[in-house]
DNA sequence: GATACCATTTTGGGATACCAGACCGGTGTT
DNA sequence: AACACCGGTCTGGTATCCCAAAATGGTATC
């Protein structure tokens, strides 16, 4: 079996549901025991996960990376750039009926929907709508952003106001992109990537004390 | 003494200088045996280099990543929207000095200066200038960009009309950042990757016959 | 001569053994 | 009580072994 794809699935999934706190020591034999796993597929885990920023090397050894407040500023300006741009290029498609499928996709959350699901559709609403774009390098710009945001949008999903809103600006994005009105579509997304921003880093920082004491390490902006 | 980064580093040298031609088959044992080192820091340089884009999966097996043209396009929309951003960013800074450091690169470059020189400082203008925006993501987006399309810019640094161009180019959009008129930054720039994106990919489509000849890979848009 | 088949070799994936250096805790000294 | 020292333990880095699967090449058959 190739257990390689599981060690790094599972110890990614653990990441980014917390399970495994920000700032955490990890040591390989550790990761070893916990799967099952030796430690050739381990460290080959480790370093995919360090690519994707969920892991950096501490000293000698590795540790889960911390929620940086800096970080995430900058990531919305990048984040920005790429789906923008990815916008724009799908804007200009002469079939953009897969908006459809995305739209589709949002209203498939109600308010029986578990707060994990809004967690995952919230994202995939802007890896999807960046893989038509049909740019390989924009679309995964757009998912290592969001898998960088991933742990951090966790405190917005927990706010029921800003859940809707982004819900409702969502729509008017893709109502937007349906038109092939690229200059509408940028500013809508424009404002509600930088929106969003202002919310997760204002709330990061007035949860940061009880994060702290959660054992989570949140570095400041 | 630690291999994995050497073993990485002379890797990679030797795939973005062609010593190693695209396409080529990569075995484990092979690398092993070249740099005289064992399988754990070979792998740990193969997994890198593969999130880089220089080494690519190929079946159960290894090989250099192919050029290819279609890449290569995807790119260069990729590459515009980031560097753009990152040049709108240091267009708003206060101090924008630094684009002298910049300038005295380009100015290194005379008539004596070897073609490695030439292709070397054509992208660290491109990757310097990202790194002024002060943004770690725009700034590592264009630095993997350039390093993606290094071996095919080996074609236009062979080409003295283009190579001319390209610093007349590069010295007028610095120009304009000095003033800090972003839009015309941005416009420059955006001409000159386009510029640059078509002279590329119609030599490398002109050549191919030539580098297939040679054993070189190259995949068609 | 082409092709299907089988034995051998080779390959990457995984496991394990070993090492040097960092880290930690206790102890003895001042 | 504070601090310097020292020995054991833990960790990541490396080398090496083993294995299953895939590639290879030769051979017999049609």
Known sequence: MSQMQSVEKQLRHMILGLEIGPGEKLT?????NRFGASRTPVRAA????????LVSRDGRGWSVSPINLAELE?????????????????????????????????ESCDNDTPREEWHRVGMDFHIELARLSANEFLFRAVRDSMTRLSRARWLEVRDEAALARAWAEHRAILAAVRLGDAEEAARLLTSHIVGSRDRLVTSLANDRRGLRARGFAVVAA
């Open 28 to 32: 390989e034999r550790w990761i070893e």
């Open 46 to 53: 480790l370093l995919r996960l360090e690519t994707e920023g």
């Open 74 to 106: 900058q990531i919305a300006v990048y984040r920005e750039a790429v789906e923008v741009a990815a916008l724009r290029l799908t804007c200009a498609l002469a079939d953009r009926s897969a908006v459809d499928v995305i739209e589709a996709m949002l």
